[in-house]
Structure formats: C-alpha cells, structure tokens
C-alpha cells in the first residue's frame, strides 16, 4: 500500500469525490449521516404528529393510514440506527481522528476506506429507492420479523422489504470494509513512542466497536440471504407451514442487534472521554479499567441477545440465563460511567457547548441505562415488554449515545474538522433548548408504557383504555416539535462554521493528544513533520510541571 | 490538495510507524476473515438447529450429488496447496513461480465452479428448486454465497497474475492466500453437512 499514498495532487475528484483521504472520506460520511438524520427526524415528526391528532393531516402527507404509519416507523428506525447512527459516530469520527490521533498520515488502506463509503453511500440510493416502488417502503418494523415481514401483499413481491433487505445488507458490507480499517490502524499505525496503552480512549473504543460489530453482523447477513429467498424465491425459511421458523430471525436479527447498542455506545463514550479530561484539567479517571470493562462488556454483550425475546416464545430456563448476564452486563458500564464522573470530581471544570453535551450524555443515559435493568428482568420485562416504555427506554439509551455524542463531538473537533470554531453561544441554546425538550417527549412515553400502552398502535384513540392517557401523547408531541426547533441554532451556528475565514488555531483547548499538533485543518498527509510520542494522552494539570497539560508530542522546531 | 496546500515534510515510505509483528495486509485479513467466520457460521448453525429437528430433510437432502461434491472437495483442497506453494515462491520472491501456482490456483478454482454449474443444473433441472423444500433453500443459498466467495478470490488472483511484478504486489499473495484457504476451509464444513451426512437414507 505504502507506495500508493503519495499522489501528488488528487484532482476535483480525486479530492472531494473518490478521495482516499481519511479527513475527507470522514466529512462525506458526515454529510451524508446528517442528511438522513433530517430525513429521520421528519418521519419522527410524522409519527408524533399523527399519534397526537390521529385523524388530522400531517405535514406533506394528508391523514395517515395504518399501514403508512407501520412505513414511517420502520424507516425512522431503520434510517436513525443503520444511517446516521453508524455512520456520524463511526464513519465520520472514526475516519477522521483515528490516523489523526494515532499520529499517522492515513489509513491503512485508503481505497479499502474509499470503497466503505462508497458502498454506503449506494445503500443510501437504494434505500431511498425503496420509497418509491410498488406498495411502498418496508412496514414491518426496524426489526423486520418474520412472518410479517415476508408476507405477500398485494403485490406479489415485497419490493419495499426486498431493497429494504438489500440497503442494510449493503450498509453492513460498508461497515465491514471500514471496520478492517478501524482494526488494523491502531494496531499497525502509531506514531514511534506511542505503546497500546498509550493510544487515546477514542481509539480504543472504535476499535472495540468495529470488532464487535465485525463479531456479531455476520449471522445476520446470511439471515438477509436467507429472507431474500423467501421473498423472491418463495422459499419458507422463516415460514411455518412451509416448515421454516420465525424464531431463527428473532435470534439472527437481536445476536446482531444487541451488540450493535454497544457499537454505538463505545464510539460516544470514546468522544466524551476525550472532552470530559480536556474540560476538567484532570487525567481521565481509571483509563485502563475502562478499556478492560470495555473488553468485558464487548464479550458479554454476546451473550445476552435472547432479553429481547422473553415474550417470544423463549424457554423460561433460558430466560434466567439471559436476565443474568443482562444485568451483569451493567457492571462493566457503570465502571466506564463512574469512571467519567470520578474524571469530573475536583476539576477545573470549564462548561463549553462540547462539556455541556459530554456531561448531559452521561445524565441522560444513566436514566436509559437504569430503565434497562427493569426489561432485563425476565419477569419485570412481561409487563412493560412492547409498552412505549420500551420506546423509553431505548430513546433515553439511543439519543443521548447517537445525538448528544455527535454534537460533543462536533463543538469539540469542528476547528480541526473546517478551521473554525462553532458559535459558541448557539451552541449553548441548542444544549439547553434540546435537553429540556428532550426530556419532554420522552419522559411521558414512559408513563404511557408503565400505564399499558402497546408500542405498535397506529390510532391509540380507538382504545377506550388508552383514552385517559392520550394527554402524554400530546405533551410528548409538544417536546418533539421543541426539540426540532431547538436544533435550528445548531443549523445556523454549522452553516457559520463552513464559510469565512479559517481562524482556529492549532489547539484552542490546550488538549494534549496528537491531532492537535497538526494544522487545522490538517492537510494531506495531516502533519508537518512525522510526531514522536513522549507522553500519555492525558497529562492534566501535574503539579510539579509549570504548564498545566503535557502534550502527548515532543516538540518540533516551527515550520 | 490545492485547496489546503501544506507540504508533505515526509514521504510516506520515510515514516516509521510502532506495529505489531504481522504485516498490514495480514493483520487486516484476519479482521476481515473474522466477519466471513461468524457469517457462515451463522447460517451453518441455523443449518445444523433447522436440521436436528427435521429428520425428514433427509428425502432432499439424500438427492445431492455425493460424487461430484467429493470431487470438487478434492479440487479445492488441491488449489489450497497450490496456494501454498504461490505464497511460498512469493516470499522467495521468485515472480515467475508465484504466477505459476497462483495460475493453478486459479484453474482449479474454475473448474470447482464447473462442477458446481454441473451439480446446480442437474439439480434444477430435476425440479429441485430453492422452493422446493426449506432444506434446497440452504443448499442453494450457503453453496451460492461460497461460490460467490470462490469467484472473488479467482477475481483477485486474476489480478494478481497481470499486476505481479517484481518489487509490486508480492506480499498480497500472502493474505489473498489467507483467504483462500478460508474458502477452501468452509467447504470442508458444507460438504459434509450438505452431502455426507445424508446418505444411507
């Protein structure tokens, strides 16, 4: 590979289009995960709009019917987890800063990371051409199980499960292409000096992630083979009077799809733990307890699918063993969680819009992560299993992980991204604005789930049970249409730092990992002279040294 | 880059860089043949619990064709050695070798597929179809996604063969082998379950 890094000059599409370059293959996956994520956020409009005032018309549709209501709910979830998800915290923010932080001038295989975003890149078309054919996109929930999901309409195939089967199929390859780069990049690509343990938090946790992600997506990819055949071929894999078995997806679907929770969160924690030391002037707090929890959550993680299906028909024996490891599995989290709170204790602590989202991450996900306990109990979990509790729950997991973890991340590598600073007072009224109306939508979808609300009901009016409950629905409603509002700021403040002059300097929060030693923004090849590593990433405030941080990197003479 | 115009203080081959012992291209192999295992053996246990269950799969499954799948389990083993023997000249750096067992390699490749264009045609020409039975709907689609996973390890050896030269390429003949034998390997699982352990019925 190594002669191949040096072309001169790319060209226009070498440079913006078919790039090989890390930083920008990182941007495209940014752009094209926040573009979903406007798609995403719409049909969660649509779905609040239309659970609120079920028989008024929703914006740029008309009066929704059931079955386009089950449309808008399986796409919201499938777009928010496989396509912003995935790629904002893995394909931009891994591309981007693991060469930068590791001290190397790329991948380790460009074309390979070229080819990643590519391939997503044609998931996306085809998953926007599912909208389009005959009866419609996909319906039959982000989890698409069986038997619903390879059921004949009316039209005699399911052209809409069918692409929707392709896109994530296709998405996965994208991820497994970058995820050989988020492996072997750490691992061979450090900069002299720079040991395993001395590579930054974020790395170890995109590592982590990419490999739990390459461990676990596998059976479901030869699922998605085998649903294929039953939609096109008429095959009855996961038919029973055909002589197949639903419960063969159940199990394909949530051994991914498990591990996948984790595949977002590592990334996240990896973000705010780069930003919580920074913002505390403190060492971050047990760095190798983390990266064993980690390890040991990565592991277990595997073993604790089958708590998605306690109502599914499951062996109450093998139910126990699942509530067990689940609620074994919150220990090595709350040693990652406690261990960035304990970063926090006694720190001088500064609240910029990056700090704020790190630390409402961590508050709001301790409520996701406390409200799980309550489903991984087999027992606990018959009652609200299929509630909006669970809707709850995972909302409270997800958004602060995928949301809070990106805009983190962007107010704190925005200089090092375009070479200027996101406003920062913006930025604290997205916070504020978004924290609050978060709350509300979701905290009364709770309520909704603990008083026996069913999570798939397209008109809970028709329920006379549901009737005195209906009230949460609007409030909820009221939070979503705040916290869109809210994310204007963020708009305006992302529009503003894409244009004008390029003014941030090299490390405007004084942090001492390695990309802050190159240029913002670094250009090809991302330093000036190749770093020598002298320190760990996180020497905060040593009280024997006169500056309060030591970089990670030994001095180089100005160029 | 016009756009960001900072000079590259440090051609890419003057950089050093801490790793661990294996090269770049095994290191992301491994990680990349990690994904394949768990792939097929997710569908290999699906197989396996789908079939523990139904005995009666047997009737389909007792139609494979034992001695043409005996062979092509010959022909792919024979194309792993001949792999070795292309990784083995390659690490000589001995060009004119490694092409040569890597065009047997190849050719046995090829001719694996033949036989299985063979098996499927008769196959479907017996009105054994995907359809047909749940079982057929695993045949067709584990051999399906192995043949797909022959014929891109023949497309990368194709490219091998033309871009091979003297100071180019060499060391991917040790991963593109790594895979090879990955392949070759998940047929040593198929075989036996698809074929072997059906007859006698």
């Known amino acids: 590979m190594a002669e191949e890094m040096n072309h001169a000059h790319p060209g226009f599409i070498g440079t913006y289009i078919f790039s090989r370059d890390h930083k920008m293959i990182g941007k495209q996956y940014l752009f094209t995960g926040l573009f979903w994520a406007l798609a995403g956020g719409f049909l969660a409009y649509g779905i609040r709009q239309h659970l609120a005032a079920p028989h008024s018309p929703t914006l740029g549709h008309g009066v929704m019917s059931p079955d386009f209501y089950n449309t808008v709910v399986t796409m919201h979830g499938t777009i928010m987890v496989f396509w912003v998800a995935m790629p904002i915290l893995i394909g931009a923010f891994g591309n981007f800063l693991i060469p930068l932080m590791l001290g190397a001038d790329d991948m380790a295989f460009p074309t390979l990371n070229m080819l990643s975003f590519w391939t997503f890149f044609l998931s996306s078309v085809v998953l926007l051409a599912s909208f389009f054919v005959p009866g419609g996109a996909a319906a039959s929930g982000w989890t698409a199980y069986p038997t619903l999901s390879v059921q004949q309409g009316v039209h005699p195939i399911n052209w809409g499960q069918v692409l929707w089967l392709l896109a994530v199929a296709l998405e996965f390859v994208s991820m497994l292409l970058g995820g050989v780069n988020y492996i072997t990049t750490p691992l061979q690509m450090r900069a002299p000096g720079m040991g395993l343990f001395e590579m930054p938090i974020f790395v170890w946790m995109q590592m982590a992630a990419s490999l739990i992600f390459m461990l676990s997506v596998g059976p479901l990819v030869g699922g998605a083979v085998l649903m294929l055949f039953d939609l096109l071929f008429g095959t009855g894999v996961y038919v029973p009077e055909k002589g197949g078995d639903p419960l063969l997806w159940q199990h394909l679907f949530w051994f991914f799809g498990h591990p996948e929770v984790y595949v977002l969160l590592l990334p996240a924690l990896g973000i705010i733990g780069e930003i919580i030391p920074v913002f505390s002037r403190k060492p971050l707090f047990g760095y190798k307890p983390i990266i064993w929890s980690t390890i040991a959550a990565g592991i277990l993680g595997f073993i604790v699918w089958a708590h998605h299906q306690f109502i599914s028909g499951l062996d109450p024996k093998a139910a126990s063993v699942f509530s067990i490891t689940t609620i074994i599995i919150s220990v090595p989290f709350s040693i990652v969680i406690f261990s960035m709170i304990a970063t926090l204790w006694k720190g001088s602590i500064q609240f910029t819009t990056a700090m704020l989202f790190a630390v409402g991450m961590i508050a709001e996900f301790i409520i996701g992560g406390t409200t799980g306990i309550i489903n991984g109990s087999a027992a606990a979990d018959v009652y609200v299993h299929d509630t909006y509790y669970i809707v709850g729950h995972f909302h409270y997991t997800l958004f602060p992980t995928v949301f809070y973890g990106t805009f983190a991340g962007l107010y704190y590598w925005w200089p090092k991204m375009f070479g200027r600073h996101l406003d920062e007072r913006l930025g604290k009224i997205h916070f504020w604005g978004t924290t609050v109306f978060f709350n509300m939508t979701f905290i009364p979808m709770l309520l909704l789930g603990l008083a026996g609300h069913q999570r798939r009901i397209a008109d809970p009016t028709i329920f006379p049970l549901l009737r005195n409950v209906q009230y949460l629905h609007v409030i909820a409603t009221y939070g979503l249409y705040g916290m869109l509002a809210y994310q204007l700021p963020f708009c305006w403040a992302f529009c503003k730092g894409l244009v004008g002059k390029k003014d941030a300097e090299r490390n405007p929060w004084r942090a001492a990992t390695l990309e802050w030693l190159a240029p913002s923004p670094p250009g090809h090849g991302n330093f000036d002279k190749q770093p020598e590593v002298v320190a760990g990433p996180y020497e905060y405030s040593k009280p024997e040294e006169k500056e309060d941080f030591i970089p990670q990197w030994k001095p180089q003479e100005a160029l | ?201």
């Open chain 2, 1 to 201: 880059m016009s756009a960001h115009p900072v000079p590259i203080a440090h051609p890419m081959h003057e950089l050093k860089y801490e790793s661990i012992s294996p090269s770049m291209g095994r290191v992301g192999m491994w990680a990349f043949l990690a994904s394949e295992i768990v792939t097929f053996g997710g569908v290999v246990c699906s197989y396996l619990l789908l079939r523990l269950c139904h005995p009666e799969w047997i009737q389909h499954s007792s139609k494979t064709l034992l001695p043409i799948g005996a062979i092509n389990t010959v022909v792919l083993l024979t194309s792993s050695l001949t792999m070795v023997l292309a990784h083995h000249s390659a690490e000589l750096k001995n060009v004119a070798a490694t092409k040569k067992w890597l065009a047997c390699t190849l050719l046995l490749g090829l001719l694996f597929l033949c036989f299985k264009g063979y098996e499927y045609t008769h196959e479907i020409e017996n009105g054994y179809l995907p359809n047909t039975a749940v079982f057929w709907a695993f045949y067709f689609a584990m051999t399906g996604l192995h043949g797909l996973h022959v014929l891109a390890g023949l497309v990368t050896m194709a490219y091998l063969l033309i871009a091979i030269k003297e100071d180019y390429r060499l060391t991917a003949v040790a991963p593109v082998g790594l895979y090879w034998h990955f392949v070759d390997l998940v047929w040593i699982f198929l075989f036996p379950l698809l074929y072997v352990t059906t007859q006698g019925a």
